[in-house]
């Protein structure tokens, strides 16, 4: 565990943890090798490590039980810090931001606490489609300094049903 998950778990009094965290797909569809996304920042894990996922379905759900940090205006990404202190980042597709929210709903906001699962954005995937320069919607871990291993999925996966990588912290 990283120096600040431990400060962390001991100012919140949360007992160690044992054991791997499941991180479940916010988005239906199937995983990609991180390292094909074609956005630099998060190809060369600059971000964070993680997966990306080829998106279907018309929801991003929340990946962990958590509260939410920061959802783009633009709707098209959030942060979420789970209780064990993993901060991920779900960012769907590659030029979305300049689409200005069209193609986005957020049913979610700042600062709620959610469970994995939850709707917090929608999107329509007819329309997204042809408008930017992937839909490939990668997941990272941002600490990356807190984690010893991080296990990876593959395949297709469902939205709030399926693990997309499992955490030893």
Same mark, same amino acid.
């Given at each position: 565990?990283?120096?600040?998950?431990?400060?962390?778990?001991?100012?919140?009094? +949360? @007992? $160690?943890?044992?054991?791997?965290?499941?991180? %479940?797909?916010?988005?239906? !569809?199937?995983?990609v090798a991180i390292e094909k996304? @074609?956005d630099v920042v998060f190809a060369?894990?600059?971000?964070?490590?993680?997966?990306?996922?080829? @998106?279907?379905?018309?929801?991003?759900?929340? @990946?962990?039980?958590?509260?939410?940090?920061?959802?783009?205006?633009?709707?098209?990404?959030?942060?979420?810090?789970? $209780? /064990?202190? #993993?901060?991920?980042?779900?960012?769907?597709?590659?030029?979305?931001?300049?689409?200005?929210?069209?193609?986005?709903?957020? #049913?979610?906001? *700042?600062? +709620?606490?959610?469970?994995?699962?939850?709707?917090?954005?929608?999107?329509?995937?007819? %329309?997204?489609? !042809?408008?930017?320069?992937? #839909?490939?919607? $990668?997941?990272?871990?941002?600490?990356? *300094?807190?984690?010893? /291993?991080?296990?990876?999925? /593959?395949?297709?996966?469902v939205a709030g049903k399926d693990?997309?990588?499992?955490?030893?912290?």
């Amino acid at each position: 565990m990283g120096f600040l998950s431990r400060i962390r778990r001991l100012i919140s009094g +949360q @007992p $160690p943890l044992t054991g791997g965290i499941a991180i %479940y797909a916010p988005v239906s !569809g199937d995983i990609v090798a991180i390292e094909k996304v @074609p956005d630099v920042v998060f190809a060369e894990k600059i971000v964070g490590d993680g997966i990306a996922i080829d @998106p279907k379905g018309e929801f991003i759900v929340a @990946p962990i039980d958590g509260t939410i940090g920061k959802i783009f205006e633009t709707n098209h990404a959030f942060s979420i810090e789970s $209780p /064990q202190g #993993l901060e991920l980042f779900v960012h769907f597709g590659v030029g979305t931001v300049e689409l200005r929210g069209n193609g986005f709903k957020r #049913l979610a906001e *700042e600062g +709620q606490q959610v469970k994995a699962g939850e709707a917090i954005l929608s999107f329509d995937l007819a %329309y997204l489609r !042809g408008k930017v320069d992937s #839909l490939l919607t $990668p997941v990272v871990l941002a600490n990356m *300094e807190d984690v010893k /291993q991080l296990d990876k999925a /593959q395949g297709s996966v469902v939205a709030g049903k399926d693990v997309i990588f499992t955490v030893q912290m």
